[in-house]
């Protein structure tokens, strides 16, 4: 049983109604999750993946800088 008071109006939903309120509401929550799920999965492989290409990069230059730089 679902009780909803609005402007002291109160209106109960019982049976297939209570069913369908409830169904949307659960679908609204697991669709938010799943949108929550792949914004943080995106962020996670973007990171990675700018990490993955980043680190070498620096570690390269970091070396060419060694090698090519003047010695103090």
Known sequence: ???????GV????T??????????????AV???AVMAFLMLG???????VALIVIPALIIVGLFASMFGERV
């Open 10 to 13: 109160t209106t109960v939903l």
């Open 15 to 28: 049976g297939w109604r209570e069913w369908a309120v409830k169904f949307l509401v659960f679908m609204a």
């Open 31 to 33: 669709l938010l999750f």
């Open 1 to 7: 049983m679902i009780v909803i008071t609005r402007n």
């Open 43 to 49: 962020i996670a492989i973007t990171i990675g993946t």
